[in-house]
Each structure stands twice: as C-alpha cells, then as structure tokens.
C-alpha cells in the first residue's frame, strides 16, 4: 500500500461588504515540485481552483506509465510519498477533479531517489556513534526516521547519546524488529544522567552474542568529569570479545585549557581523559577496545590545550579513527553548525590491523543531505550527524 502522509492547510476564505456568490473556478494545479527529505519525497503544488472535490496524484517509475498513487482531498498542496527505492526515477503531475470532470494535467515534475546510506556489510564489523538530541525532538516522526536511517545504514551497533524518552526508545526497538524481521534489535537505555540526556545503544542479537552492559566511574565523586557516566558494552562477535566504552563528555569551554581550575570545561574533559585511559590500561589491557562518543572538543587543537593529549601522545597504543576526519574540510565534520568535529571513535592497538584491512572505513555519515535543509534535519533529528566506524576481521 502507497504511504502518504497529508498535510492539512486550511483554506482562508474572506469576506466583506454585501453577500455575494463567489465566481468558481476550475483552473489546474500548477508549480509541482519534488524534493527529497529523508526517507520520503515531499510534494507539493499551487490550487489554483476553489471547486474541485479533490485531487488526482500520479506517478510513473522511469519510462513505464503513469498510475494513480493517491486521491486527495480538496484545499491541499502538500503530500509525501515514502514508497521509494535508491536510484529510482519518478515523475509525478497532478489534477483537480470536479463534479463530473477534472482539470488538464500540472506540468510534470521529475526526480531521482538518490539516497544511499549503505554502511554495514556481513563482513565488517560496523559501529555508530550518534548524538540524537533531546531523542525525539517530534515524537513519532523522529522515531520513525531515526527508525529508517539505522536500517538503512546497517550497522552491528550504534551507540547514542542524548536519549531523552525511555518510552520512545523503546518503541524505536519495537519499530526496527517489525520492520527488519531478519534481524533481532535489542537496546539499552541508561537513567543515570541528570535532564534525562541519557547514553544508550542499538544492537543487533543476531549478529553480537553474549552482550554485557555496564557503568564505569558511576559513583558520585566522578560526577565532575563525567556529567554521563560511561556505558562498558561487551559483545561477542565472530571469534573477538570487543569492548565499547560510549561517552558524552561535558560540553562548553573557551578552547583553553586551564589546569588550575578543576571546574574548568576543558579541564572536566581533559580529566576525564586520563581517567578512561587508566581505566583501558589497567582493566582492558590486550582486549579489543573501541571508544566512542559525542567528546565534545577537537582533536586538533594545539597540545597544550588538547583535552585529548592522553591518547594522542601515547601512538603506539591509542588512535583515533576519526582523527583524518577532524584534519579534513569542515564539509565532513560531525557537528556544522559550529562548525566543528566532536564525536570521535579511538581504537586500541589490537584493533590497528583491523582498521588497516581494504574493507575498514570511518566517515560522518551526512544525514542532513537527504534533508531540504540542514534546518530540517536539525528540527526533526538532531544538530549531530552519525560517524561511523567498519572494522575487518578478515
């Protein structure tokens, strides 16, 4: 079955002076337009008629005939059609229909589905860092975009940030198993931050096994470098036991490091650094480790300011993945509205062979292009876009 939603907008009628019958008119729709917006392609058009009964909306998919996707109500100029594929060409015209005839056809508007965010494979494993801010920001429709987006890009796990609802967040679990039956999607919500901008994850059982979650620096003494206390995640997969460490550093700051004041921004970062260091070296020392989060500060700042010197000057144990991002054209940043990168992936050394094989990639994955603007994006989902990380075991 087609998929529209519809957009009410209601028609203003004015009136003034003496009763009068208003003259009708029974011109055709005019200004069709299409533009992609997520998963879906926004309609819309100009009713140029005050009598039609409704609308007739066709659709043809490359160079087979035009059929009949929807009728719609009268006084609309606005629907979304969500049966889309990538790489598909539409075209699309509407008309008025009348009592007993219906207007000449709208000019015809044309459009590729050009949405690809392919990620995962069966051969890699695929994780996500994605800060969703104040998880959902429009209820359904964010969850069900959110919904769409994971399935689309495919990965083994995704690690959030700023998951606001609990019932919400259990729905897009219930969301992406109806609609992905060949996997099992689990998740984890944590309750312990303050506002309720909780870490979380997403995860699929068919493909992660013997799955254990848990806090670290959880007690309250911790609570100055660590507003969010971090999610361990300790998953099977194939043949490696991997651990994920997912943050949300503390935000804010003058881009200066201040060592003597211990309530400093980037001082609450920097400390909170060392300690999630210590933790890997003395507790996952040889053990697979993957760290990740929205770390809220840059990778290259100069050293004498960078909160993450801990791990950058200590090479031969510790990369970050996502470092060649943060060195690139703000184009790739995770975070444009700054502009700048701030959800970073850091790897251990056992995993640097993996991250060297042929298949291994990081990147952001740019949500916000398949939006009509970054706003939109920004208003439906969040003011991050994913990063993501594909390892190879091979």
């Known amino acids: 079955m087609k998929k529209l939603l519809l ?31 997520g998963t879906r392609i926004k309609l819309r058009w100009t009713d ?52 007993d005839f219906s207007s000449d056809w709208s000019n015809e508007t044309q459009i590729q589905y050009n949405v690809n965010l392919e990620f995962g494979t069966d051969s890699t494993f695929d994780v996500i860092t994605w800060n969703i801010q104040y998880f959902p920001k429009e209820q359904e429709t964010t969850v069900f975009l959110v919904k769409d987006f994971i399935l689309m890009m495919d990965a083994d796990i995704v690690c959030l940030q700023e998951i606001e609802s609990a ?12 609609y992905d039956p060949s996997n099992i999607w689990n998740g984890f919500r944590d309750s312990t931050a303050s506002y309720e901008i909780n870490l979380a994850l997403i995860y ?18 911790y609570r100055r470098p660590f507003p969010r206390p971090p999610l361990l995640i300790e998953a099977d ?53 993957i760290l990740v989060g929205d770390l809220n500060d840059e990778l290259t700042d100069e050293m004498e300011n960078n909160v993450f010197s801990p791990f950058l000057n200590d090479e031969e144990n510790y990369y970050f993945a996502d470092l060649e991002i943060a060195e690139n054209p703000s184009t790739e940043w995770s975070y444009p509205s700054w502009p700048s990168h701030l959800d970073h992936i850091l790897i251990t050394n056992e995993l640097f062979d993996a991250f060297d094989q042929q298949d291994a990639l990081v990147l952001t994955i740019k949500l916000d292009k398949f939006f009509e603007s970054w706003q939109e994006y920004d208003d439906l989902i969040s003011d991050h876009r994913p990063v993501g990380l594909k390892l190879s075991f091979e």
């Open 7 to 37: 957009l009410i907008l209601p028609l203003l009628i004015a009136s003034c002076g003496t009763s009068t019958t208003p003259t009708q008119s029974y011109d055709k729709p005019s200004e069709l337009t299409a533009a992609i917006s």
């Open 48 to 99: 140029n008629s005050n009598a039609e009964i409704g609308f007739e909306l066709q659709k043809k998919i490359g160079e087979a005939e035009f059929f009949v996707l929807d009728t719609i109500p009268s006084n609309l100029e606005y629907c979304e059609d969500f049966d889309v594929s990538f790489g598909s060409n539409y075209t699309y015209r509407i008309k008025a229909l009348f009592s």
């Open 167 to 178: 019932s919400f967040f259990v729905e897009l679990i219930a969301e992406l198993n109806y």
């Open 204 to 221: 699929k059982e068919t493909v992660l096994s013997n799955v254990e979650i848990s806090n670290i620096y959880s007690s309250y003494q």
């Open 237 to 289: 997969y194939e043949n490696e036991r991997i651990y994920l460490i997912n943050n949300h550093l503390k935000s804010g700051g003058d881009g200066i490091l201040d060592l003597n004041d211990s309530w400093d921004d980037e001082t609450r970062r920097f400390d909170a650094a060392n300690l999630l260091k210590a933790f890997i070296d003395d507790s996952l020392d040889n053990e697979n480790v």
